[in-house]
């Protein structure tokens, strides 16, 4: 007797995979992949964000004054009075000639409205840029926090945008006060790098110098990081942001203090050349969120593009730095608005009651199977097993996050497998009362369900599929239960299951009972 075949093995082979990986996640062990658990289930710190959007505009506003200091510069254009203002860059340029040049490279920068009176120019941003920066800003903050904390090393964080400004941050497993200042400190950080050039003329009266006087100059004054009384004059327009770098490392310097290594990219490492070779004998400041870390003097031209910041950082204050700056300095600066610690307990009471109602679904559904439709529904229990134990696996495998939700869409996985097991079975028995022996009944019973099956199936994985795109946390989490149990129970459900009526087949031509196999009479 034929027992093995291609749909069985299948089978088989689903079930050890399924038991194999999925035993770390279901054993807790200290080896092997395991599914994290969201936010509900293991704790953690909930955060609502709010975004200063304005200071996105500012920020845009003073990169467009860079970018014309850098062009007058690069081009030799004589330009005069160029001042930041709330809300709009002004300057002259003294020669009429070279007016066409600075109009074609204004011209090249999108969403600015620009008014010329005579040779001084006004530039402000049109209302429609103001919306699309602030709306970039939130959109940018989002994805910046996320690779912070990625970075971080924490476990799934849920980072979404809510409203027009505002940021929902969820970050499972912070459970000490430690951890949870270190992730507020990273997340809230603005890593602003700015290279800037010190006020040599006036840099010595900089401690009598209120802030308008320094702005009526175009200069601020900035502090030390280490010293608050030591102030540095310099130009309000940077030479560089930290835009310009792709890369930043802890490093020890010769007195094995920790420092941060920064590269920049081939347009910033230009700029920092040219900048050096012109002012050799000048200082430069190093400036990090509004305060001067260092401020060395320039002895020779710096080609490659790499620098250095020292400001006595500890090795983790230099890492979240480092951290920071690699993946991009925020927009705009961040406020906490709201904070929500979730103690594991809760999270254990949730684990307790979705095991409960998942153990009880599951005895409810396998009674109901064995009762009324008699062997049959013990094959499509088999095939019930072997789906959980392949979705907790797979979820391993990529690391998922386990919601509440999620663990809902287990429990309606199950529901839909046995549906598609209810539509075959029953398939089985029309074709058997209609007097086919057991073997063409299995055959036609599948070959009348498959289609309504799939079908379903189908359709019911692109909602999941919606759902994952534009949802957010939980659902995203209900949305990828789904979507796998979704393919799984086809696997299971539908292959398998045909597998082991093929392999039981001779066994049922035999004994001739359609009854005890199919609870049909």
């Known amino acids: 007797m034929k027992i093995f075949n291609?749909?069985?093995?299948?089978?088989?082979?689903?079930?050890?995979?399924?038991?194999?990986?999925?035993?770390?996640?279901?054993?807790?062990?200290?080896?092997?992949?395991?599914?994290?658990?969201g936010l509900d289930l293991q704790g953690g710190l909930h955060m609502l964000l709010g975004v200063n959007t304005h200071e996105a505009v500012s920020s845009k506003i003073k990169t467009i004054a860079t970018t014309v200091k850098y062009f007058s510069d690069d081009e030799e254009?004589?330009?005069?009075?160029?001042?930041?203002?709330?809300?709009?860059?002004?300057?002259?340029?003294?020669?009429?000639?070279?007016?066409?040049?600075?109009?074609?490279?204004?011209?090249?920068?999108?969403?600015?409205?620009?008014?010329?009176?005579?040779?001084?120019?006004?530039?402000?941003?049109?209302?429609?840029?103001?919306?699309?920066?602030?709306?970039?800003?939130?959109?940018?903050?989002?994805?910046?926090?996320?690779?912070?904390?990625?970075?971080?090393?924490l476990s799934e964080p849920n980072v979404v945008r809510q409203g027009e400004s505002d940021i929902v941050v969820e970050l499972p497993g912070i459970k000490t006060a430690e951890d949870e200042k270190a992730a507020k400190e990273l997340i809230s950080k603005p890593a602003n790098l700015e290279l800037m050039a010190i006020d040599e003329e006036k840099n010595d009266q900089v401690n009598n110098m209120t802030n308008s006087q320094a702005s009526s100059y175009g200069d601020v004054i900035l502090e030390d990081t280490k010293n608050p009384n030591l102030k540095y004059l310099v130009k309000e327009i940077p030479i560089l942001n930290g835009s310009q770098v792709i890369d930043a490392q802890v490093a020890f310097d010769q007195s094995n203090q920790a420092i941060i290594n920064f590269t920049l990219n081939s347009t910033g490492a230009r700029i920092f050349g040219e900048f050096t070779t012109k002012n050799i004998g000048k200082r430069l400041a190093v400036v990090l969120d509004g305060k001067v870390y260092s401020a060395p003097n320039i002895r020779e031209r710096i080609g490659g593009g790499s620098g250095q910041i020292s400001g006595g950082f500890t090795v983790a204050e230099a890492g979240n730095v480092a951290i920071a700056?690699?993946?991009?300095?925020?927009?705009?600066?961040?406020?906490?608005?709201?904070?929500?610690?979730?103690?594991?307990?809760?999270?254990?009471?949730?684990?307790?009651?979705?095991?409960?109602?998942?153990?009880?679904?599951?005895?409810?559904?396998?009674?109901?199977?064995?009762?009324?439709?008699?062997?049959?529904?013990?094959?499509?229990?088999?095939?019930?097993?072997?789906?959980?134990?392949?979705?907790?696996?797979?979820?391993?495998?990529?690391?998922?996050?386990?919601?509440?939700?999620?663990?809902?869409?287990i429990l309606l996985t199950i529901g839909m497998a046995v549906d598609a097991n209810i539509i075959i079975i029953e398939r089985i028995r029309e074709v058997l009362r209609e007097g086919a022996s057991i073997p063409k009944a299995i055959e036609d019973g599948y070959l009348n369900a498959i289609r309504a099956i799939v079908d379903s199936n189908v359709t019911t994985l692109l909602v999941a599929v919606v759902l994952y795109v534009y949802g957010t946390g939980p659902i995203k989490g209900f949305a990828v239960t789904i979507s796998i149990g979704i393919i799984t129970s086809m696997i299971t459900g539908i292959l398998g299951t045909h597998g082991i009526y093929q392999a039981l087949v001779a066994r049922g031509v035999k004994t001739k009972n359609t009854y005890t196999w199919f609870g049909a009479k």
């Open 325 to 409: 700056l690699r993946s991009g300095a925020l927009p705009a600066t961040v406020t906490l608005l709201e904070k929500r610690s979730i103690g594991p307990s809760l999270g254990a009471d949730s684990i307790r009651a979705s095991s409960i109602a998942l153990v009880s679904g599951f005895l409810l559904v396998f009674g109901f199977m064995i009762i009324y439709y008699k062997g049959a529904g013990i094959v499509a229990n088999v095939a019930l097993i072997a789906n959980v134990f392949l979705i907790i696996a797979i979820m391993a495998m990529f690391g998922a996050t386990l919601t509440l939700p999620g663990m809902a869409g």
């Open 6 to 37: 291609y749909r069985l093995v299948i089978l088989l082979l689903c079930i050890i995979f399924g038991v194999v990986f999925s035993i770390p996640s279901l054993l807790q062990t200290n080896t092997g992949k395991k599914i994290a658990l």
């Open 77 to 153: 254009l004589l330009v005069d009075g160029l001042l930041i203002n709330e809300d709009n860059v002004v300057f002259s340029v003294l020669d009429a000639d070279e007016i066409a040049k600075m109009d074609l490279m204004l011209n090249e920068i999108k969403g600015l409205a620009i008014t010329k009176n005579g040779l001084e120019y006004t530039i402000k941003l049109t209302p429609e840029d103001i919306i699309k920066t602030k709306d970039l800003a939130v959109a940018q903050a989002v994805e910046t926090i996320r690779n912070r904390l990625d970075q971080f090393g």
